[in-house]
Nanobody, 123 residues
Framework: QVHLVESGGGLVQAGGSLTLSCAAS????????MGWYRQAPGKQRELVAT???????NYADSVKGRFTISRDYGKNTVSLQMNSLKPEDTAVYSC?????????????????WGQGTQVTVSS
C-alpha cells in the first residue's frame, strides 16, 4: 500500500508563489512517475506537471515557464514550485504517484492519489 502526504497549499495574491510537496511511503518496488493534477470548481481534473524516473518532465501549456516540478528520488518526494500565480490557478491540487508494487512477475502496478491541497489565488 502506498501512502501520500501533501503539504504547501494556501492563499496567495496574484503574482505570488507557493511550493507544494508530496511524500510517498509504504511498500512498493519502485516509483516511475510522480506528478501533480488540479481540479477547479465545475471543471475536470487536469494534469499540471509530471516527472518520470528518467527525468522526463511534462507540463500543461498553461503553467509552462511559471511552474517547476522536481523530485528527490532517494526520498520519494515530489515538489511543485509555482511562480507568477494567477487567479485561474485556483484549484485543489493532488499528487499522483505511479509505479510497480513488486519486482516479481506479473509486476503489478499502482497509482496512488494524495488527499488534495487547496490553492487559492486572489486577484
Amino acid at each position: 500500500q502506498v501512502h501520500l502526504v501533501e503539504s504547501g497549499g494556501g492563499l496567495v495574491q496574484a503574482g505570488g508563489s507557493l511550493t507544494l510537496s508530496c511524500a510517498a511511503s509504504g511498500t512498493f518496488f519502485n516509483i516511475d512517475v510522480m506528478g501533480w493534477y488540479r481540479q477547479a470548481p465545475g471543471k475536470q481534473r487536469e494534469l499540471v506537471a509530471t516527472k518520470a524516473s528518467d527525468g522526463t518532465t511534462n507540463y500543461a501549456d498553461s503553467v509552462k515557464g511559471r511552474f517547476t516540478i522536481s523530485r528527490d528520488y532517494g526520498k520519494n518526494t515530489v515538489s511543485l514550485q509555482m511562480n507568477s500565480l494567477k487567479p485561474e490557478d485556483t484549484a485543489v491540487y493532488s499528487c499522483n504517484v505511479r509505479g510497480t508494487l513488486v519486482s516479481s512477475l506479473p509486476r503489478p502496478s499502482f497509482s496512488s492519489w494524495g488527499q488534495g491541497t487547496q490553492v487559492t489565488v486572489s486577484s
